[in-house]
């Protein structure tokens, strides 16, 4: 599974827009791009994943830059509840089942 | 509630001792996985069953580790002469399978072991 890298932490001013991004200068061509959270003293939540095309469910966003290399994943509307550590994790559908984890970014939502 | 359960969430213990850690997975996910957690660190795999089988093995599962899924339902993690170092959140989470298509881990709260 090809690397991230994302910033330790981060923070976000409650009811503005995070914008958590991940490098992933690495990633091949059959590789997703997966988002999942990971809110204190629980497991860690999906939120969403993406190949090439921007994509948006009720809980965010994920943009992916035309090269792949990178992307953002948006939580459009930030609140106390979103304070988390949001894990970026790139890999094939055929690379067996396992999550890598990387250290994630600790996401502190402000009021 | 519908969600992955594990039992105990908290588990206290003195080295040497053995313990064994019970997960529930969501009603009809036949894909099962063991991750562990420490402090400040992303879960780390352990394991993986499909139905009954296991079929997957980190490096980390020592051979004081086993894990088993009997009937393809629930799962249990053993950990056989515990040590300090296996102070960690065991995380267990399950996902159904569709072919071709990515499914989404869900997990269940984790057990908290710490060994004195």
């Known amino acids: 599974d090809a690397k991230t890298t994302q910033p330790p932490s981060m923070d976000c001013a409650e009811g503005r827009a995070a914008n958590l991004p991940c490098n992933h200068s690495?990633?091949?061509?059959?590789?997703?791009v997966y988002w999942y959270r990971q809110i204190h003293s629980q497991g860690p939540q999906y939120i969403i994943h993406?190949?090439?095309n921007n994509e948006t469910n009720e809980m965010a966003s994920l943009i992916i830059t035309e090269d792949r290399k990178s992307s953002t994943l948006i939580l459009p509307h930030a609140t106390l509840r979103d304070t988390a550590v949001y894990y970026c994790?790139?890999?094939?559908?055929?690379?067996?089942?396992?999550?890598?984890f990387g250290g994630g970014t600790r996401l502190m939502v402000k009021p | 509630d519908t969600g992955v359960s594990q039992d105990p969430r908290h588990k206290i213990t003195k080295r040497g001792q053995n313990v064994t850690f019970r997960c529930d997975p969501i009603?009809?996910?036949?894909?099962l996985y063991w991750y562990r957690q420490t402090l400040g660190q992303g879960p780390e795999f352990l394991t993986y069953?499909?139905?009954?089988?296991?079929?997957?093995k980190s490096r980390l599962l020592s051979d004081r580790f086993s894990a088993e899924r009997p009937k393809g339902s629930f799962s249990t993690l053993e950990i056989q002469r515990t040590e300090q170092g296996d102070s960690a959140m065991y995380l267990c989470?399950?996902?159904?399978?569709?072919?071709?298509?990515?499914?989404?881990?869900?997990f269940g709260p984790g057990t908290r072991l710490t060994v004195l």
């Open positions: 009603s009809e996910h036949n894909r």
């Open positions: 690495t990633i091949s061509g059959n590789e997703y």
């Open positions: 994790i790139v890999r094939s559908h055929n690379a067996g089942n396992m999550l890598t």
């Open positions: 989470a399950s996902s159904p399978r569709t072919s071709g298509t990515y499914n989404e881990q869900f």
């Open positions: 993406g190949l090439k």
């Open positions: 069953f499909q139905n009954e089988a296991q079929l997957e």
